[in-house]
């Protein structure tokens, strides 16, 4: 533990020196996007030739005249200049193969990983013959820099050039005529358009899945299955539409025990920074607005009972890289911010509910305080690193291990959450069949330790704030932005090591190291000294050890049990039949139940008719303002728990859904799961060993709200409204 943290000062040293020392990028004129123009690709829309990532125009152009240069050797020497790698390509019999065809997506010869190349980056590296020549020549490895397009990163950009210059990579600031290796987005994956090859650092759907109640949504949908498991998120209600049942329930509660007073957060779906968030502890106290002007919000359960240090409430910032959603690849970067109040922290009460400073950790919140402590240190002032407040809590005697693990555990039971919904997101965005970069994302987890240490999300950020400087007043009335230090040593640690994860040339950083997974026990991923995984194999010499921990699929044998509405949003997907769809119509939705054979004597086609009606109307808020008319996956989640229950009467829930699964995965063949179906099993992982307290509020639990609509599926009660999967954010967290 010491010596990792000890790596993180040392790389913070070394990341300073590097960044002094490393020559000043010369950038091509030529290449660069004037200002003026969209940053988009500019090349001609018909089918020119250009490469996938790992390769470059000059390799490309090279192979193509192939035939008519004289080689003695086939794996002689590189010409000068030539980038190792384009001469391998001219030396290589199979150099065609990593050709991307613009305009059609398909990739010459090419020995994709994966079934749907979209998934997954075709790397240059998972050629096996490619080394050959080099075994035997010793070919020197030069290769020409990635290059990054960062004319969109926004915020994000100081940190980016940063880690840019550390790895001796390429800019584009104002875009590249060519094709980039990596686009940075500052908000979303649409920021450019026609991105047809790379890797693109936003995923399609993550801004609108990460949304409050989108997540919270998610999150249920698990919590039904797995209660246990999902006990991490605090209860939450969705408004308008949940107002009655939000209402009934706090006064059941109440009326069990008259000694019981909570408190609840309401936050609005679509804010940030603690914009609109109020407490209250009365369901009259709800600012509802009623009609078409009603605002959607969650209202949730109030942590009244957080972790303090010095006597202040905070939170935790982790940062969290999605290097893949097929297959599932999540890092977690071993070093976060911890964001602290800057008024002394009172259990809630009628008296203190409206003081922000004492019960919000946003900084932009506190910030305005005359308490706020700007410091050059980790861990003093209202920003620490989480390293800090760490040490600080093994000193007390707590077991950080055990935190750490828990924390990491929250995680990926969070993406796995989302992961179905942001899976039909990214085919409509980037079919199979469509010429599409690939995507990762870095995320950001914001998580409150409550004073028995156990950690609770309160929101997943998909823009998480990556400036290095924040604004001071440098004279009375005078703001100018200046350094943060403790902010740079975690960001800039981040993207560069995001950067090197996605590295298209790395092929030792871009493999999947444990297809099957195989980790024993989270608790190992605390970030400990002789870490293999934290290595540097690229440029080991230069950089730090990566910052950046793979802790899935390292740990698919404890969490691959979690997995099960994937597998719905892969029975889902396979009937949206036209490519771009993200709704079912009632034909497909028909189509389904025959071909998984499930209608029978119980359930006639007239009542799947009926399922499909009544269902989909009362998500129809949800089409509003959409493109499309038809069954979205949550809806289809509902409908399916709803045939696995008429189906599997006798099972719990969880048993009712696998069952199904299994059945109509036994009608449609091999293609139906999802990425490994191995992993897909419903073998459980023990529980963990009673010792995970239930949040605060008792949950009489008299009907979760997904339970309920089934239980009423009459009722027409209007759903919220998620919004349009077109819409983008403005805003980073
Ligand atoms: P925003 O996106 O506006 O920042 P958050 O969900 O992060 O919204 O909430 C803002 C702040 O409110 C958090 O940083 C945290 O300090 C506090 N908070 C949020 N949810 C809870 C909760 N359920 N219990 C206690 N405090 C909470």
Same mark, same amino acid.
């Given at each position: 533990?010491?010596?990792?943290?000890?790596?993180?000062?040392?790389?913070?040293?070394?990341?300073?020196?590097?960044?002094?020392? #490393?020559?000043?990028?010369?950038?091509?004129?030529?290449?660069?996007?004037?200002?003026?123009?969209?940053?988009?690709?500019?090349?001609?829309?018909?089918?020119?030739?250009?490469?996938?990532?790992?390769?470059?125009?000059?390799?490309?152009?090279?192979?193509?005249?192939?035939?008519?240069?004289?080689?003695?050797?086939? !794996?002689?020497?590189?010409?000068?200049?030539?980038? #190792?790698?384009?001469?391998?390509?001219?030396?290589?019999?199979?150099?065609?193969?990593?050709?991307?065809?613009?305009?059609?997506?398909?990739?010459?010869?090419?020995?994709?990983?994966?079934?749907?190349?979209?998934?997954?980056?075709?790397?240059?590296?998972?050629?096996?013959?490619?080394?050959?020549?080099?075994?035997?020549?010793?070919?020197?490895?030069?290769?020409?820099?990635?290059?990054?397009?960062?004319?969109?990163?926004?915020?994000?950009?100081?940190?980016?050039?940063?880690?840019?210059?550390?790895?001796?990579?390429?800019?584009?600031?104002?875009?590249?005529?060519?094709?980039?290796?990596?686009?940075?987005?500052?908000?979303?994956?649409?920021?450019?358009? $026609?991105?047809?090859?790379?890797?693109? +650092?936003?995923?399609?759907?993550?801004?609108?899945?990460?949304?409050?109640?989108?997540?919270?949504?998610?999150?249920?949908?698990?919590?039904? @299955?797995?209660?246990?498991?999902?006990?991490?998120?605090?209860?939450?209600?969705?408004?308008?539409?949940?107002?009655?049942?939000?209402?009934?329930?706090?006064?059941?509660?109440?009326?069990?025990?008259?000694?019981?007073?909570?408190?609840?957060?309401?936050?609005?779906?679509?804010?940030?920074?603690?914009?609109?968030?109020?407490?209250?502890?009365?369901?009259?106290?709800?600012?509802?607005?009623?009609?078409?002007?009603?605002?959607?919000?969650?209202?949730?359960?109030?942590?009244?009972?957080? @972790?303090?240090?010095?006597?202040?409430?905070?939170?935790?910032?982790?940062?969290?890289?999605?290097?893949?959603?097929?297959?599932?690849?999540?890092?977690?970067?071993?070093?976060?911010?911890?964001?602290?109040?800057?008024?002394?922290?009172?259990?809630?009460?009628?008296?203190?509910?409206?003081?922000?400073?004492?019960?919000?950790?946003?900084?932009?919140?506190?910030?305005?305080?005359?308490?706020?402590?700007?410091?050059?240190?980790? +861990?003093?002032?209202?920003?620490?690193?989480?390293?800090?407040?760490? &040490?600080?809590?093994?000193?007390?005697?707590?077991?950080?291990?055990?935190?750490?693990?828990?924390?990491?555990?929250?995680?990926?039971?969070?993406?796995?959450?989302?992961?179905?919904?942001?899976?039909?997101?990214?085919?409509?965005?980037?079919?199979? #069949?469509?010429?599409?970069?690939? !995507?990762?994302?870095?995320?950001?987890?914001?998580?409150?330790?409550?004073? $028995?240490?156990?950690?609770?999300?309160?929101?997943?950020?998909?823009?998480?704030?990556?400036?290095?400087?924040?604004?001071?007043?440098?004279?009375?009335?005078?703001?100018? &932005?200046?350094?943060?230090?403790?902010?740079?040593?975690?960001?800039?640690?981040?993207?560069?090591?995001?950067?090197?994860?996605?590295?298209?040339?790395?092929?030792?950083?871009?493999?999947?190291?444990?297809?099957?997974?195989?980790?024993?026990?989270?608790?190992?991923?605390?970030?400990?000294?002789?870490?293999?995984?934290?290595?540097?194999?690229?440029?080991?010499?230069?950089?730090?050890?990566?910052?950046?921990?793979?802790? &899935?699929?390292? &740990?698919?044998?404890?969490?691959?049990?979690?997995?099960?509405?994937?597998?719905?949003?892969?029975?889902?997907?396979?009937?949206?039949?036209?490519?771009?769809?993200?709704?079912?119509?009632?034909?497909?939705?028909?189509?389904?139940?025959?071909?998984?054979?499930?209608? +029978?004597?119980?359930?006639?086609?007239?009542?799947?008719?009926?399922?499909?009606?009544?269902?989909?109307?009362?998500?129809?808020?949800?089409?509003?303002?959409?493109?499309?008319?038809?069954?979205?996956?949550?809806?289809?989640?509902?409908?399916?728990?709803?045939?696995?229950?008429?189906?599997?009467?006798?099972?719990?829930?969880?048993?009712?859904?696998?069952?199904?699964?299994?059945?109509?995965?036994?009608?449609?063949?091999?293609?139906?799961?999802?990425?490994?179906?191995?992993?897909?099993?419903?073998?459980? #992982?023990?529980?963990?060993?009673?010792?995970?307290?239930?949040?605060?509020?008792?949950?009489?639990?008299?009907?979760?709200?997904?339970?309920?609509?089934?239980?009423?599926?009459?009722?027409?009660?209007?759903?919220?409204?998620?919004?349009?999967?077109?819409?983008?954010? $403005?805003?980073?967290?």
């Amino acid at each position: 533990m010491s010596d990792h943290y000890g790596d993180v000062k040392v790389q913070l040293g070394q990341m300073k020196s590097l960044g002094e020392d #490393a020559e000043k990028e010369e950038v091509d004129p030529e290449e660069e996007m004037p200002v003026s123009s969209p940053s988009a690709s500019p090349d001609s829309a018909g089918c020119c030739i250009t490469t996938a990532p790992g390769t470059d125009a000059l390799s490309t152009n090279i192979c193509k005249q192939k035939g008519k240069r004289s080689r003695k050797n086939p !794996c002689g020497k590189p010409l000068q200049g030539f980038p #190792a790698h384009a001469v391998k390509n001219i030396n290589s019999p199979i150099c065609e193969q990593t050709l991307l065809i613009k305009g059609t997506g398909k990739i010459l010869q090419g020995k994709s990983a994966e079934s749907n190349g979209n998934y997954v980056a075709v790397h240059e590296s998972s050629n096996t013959q490619e080394t050959r020549c080099e075994d035997e020549f010793k070919l020197p490895r030069k290769r020409r820099p990635v290059t990054v397009d960062t004319s969109k990163a926004k915020t994000s950009l100081e940190a980016l050039k940063l880690s840019i210059k550390e790895l001796q990579w390429k800019e584009f600031h104002t875009g590249r005529r060519a094709a980039c290796d990596i686009y940075w987005h500052g908000v979303s994956f649409h920021d450019n358009e $026609n991105i047809v090859s790379g890797q693109v +650092n936003k995923f399609p759907g993550m801004v609108e899945m990460l949304r409050k109640i989108n997540l919270s949504r998610a999150v249920r949908t698990m919590q039904e @299955l797995f209660p246990e498991e999902y006990d991490f998120y605090p209860r939450s209600w969705i408004l308008p539409e949940e107002y009655q049942q939000f209402s009934t329930e706090i006064r059941m509660v109440k009326e069990s025990d008259a000694t019981e007073s909570p408190t609840f957060i309401v936050k609005p779906d679509g804010g940030s920074q603690g914009d609109g968030i109020y407490l209250i502890r009365d369901p009259g106290d709800l600012k509802l607005v009623v009609g078409a002007q009603a605002k959607q919000a969650v209202v949730q359960e109030y942590i009244h009972k957080p @972790l303090l240090i010095d006597k202040l409430k905070f939170d935790i910032r982790l940062y969290v890289l999605i290097k893949s959603v097929q297959p599932l690849e999540i890092y977690i970067a071993k070093e976060g911010l911890t964001r602290f109040c800057t008024e002394p922290y009172q259990e809630p009460s009628q008296k203190n509910l409206s003081r922000v400073f004492m019960h919000l950790t946003n900084y932009s919140l506190n910030v305005q305080s005359g308490n706020y402590v700007h410091s050059d240190s980790q +861990n003093t002032g209202s920003k620490r690193t989480l390293s800090s407040v760490l &040490y600080r809590l093994a000193a007390k005697g707590v077991d950080i291990k055990r935190v750490w693990s828990d924390i990491i555990a929250l995680v990926i039971k969070s993406v796995i959450a989302v992961l179905p919904d942001l899976k039909v997101h990214y085919q409509a965005d980037i079919p199979p #069949a469509k010429p599409g970069p690939t !995507c990762f994302q870095i995320l950001g987890f914001d998580i409150l330790l409550m004073k $028995n240490l156990k950690p609770v999300l309160l929101e997943v950020n998909s823009n998480p704030s990556m400036r290095i400087e924040h604004e001071q007043e440098v004279a009375p009335g005078v703001f100018e &932005y200046v350094p943060s230090p403790v902010d740079e040593q975690v960001k800039v640690g981040v993207i560069r090591d995001t950067l090197r994860l996605m590295d298209p040339f790395n092929k030792k950083l871009t493999a999947t190291p444990h297809p099957a997974g195989g980790g024993s026990d989270p608790v190992e991923v605390i970030p400990a000294d002789g870490d293999s995984q934290g290595r540097s194999p690229d440029n080991a010499g230069n950089l730090p050890p990566l910052c950046l921990k793979q802790v &899935y699929p390292k &740990y698919t044998k404890q969490f691959s049990h979690l997995r099960l509405v994937e597998r719905i949003a892969a029975l889902f997907i396979r009937f949206l039949g036209v490519k771009g769809n993200m709704r079912l119509g009632p034909t497909a939705f028909r189509t389904f139940i025959r071909t998984c054979k499930l209608s +029978n004597s119980n359930l006639t086609m007239a009542s799947v008719d009926i399922l499909y009606i009544d269902i989909t109307r009362r998500w129809s808020f949800a089409l509003a303002d959409s493109r499309e008319a038809g069954m979205g996956l949550q809806a289809f989640v509902e409908a399916f728990f709803n045939l696995a229950g008429r189906r599997f009467k006798s099972l719990a829930l969880r048993e009712q859904v696998v069952s199904l699964l299994d059945l109509c995965e036994s009608h449609l063949g091999p293609q139906s799961g999802a990425e490994d179906r191995r992993s897909l099993s419903c073998s459980r #992982a023990l529980p963990r060993g009673g010792r995970t307290p239930a949040l605060y509020l008792p949950r009489p639990r008299p009907i979760s709200p997904a339970a309920h609509r089934r239980a009423t599926s009459q009722d027409c009660r209007p759903h919220q409204r998620p919004k349009p999967r077109t819409l983008r954010a $403005n805003v980073e967290n």
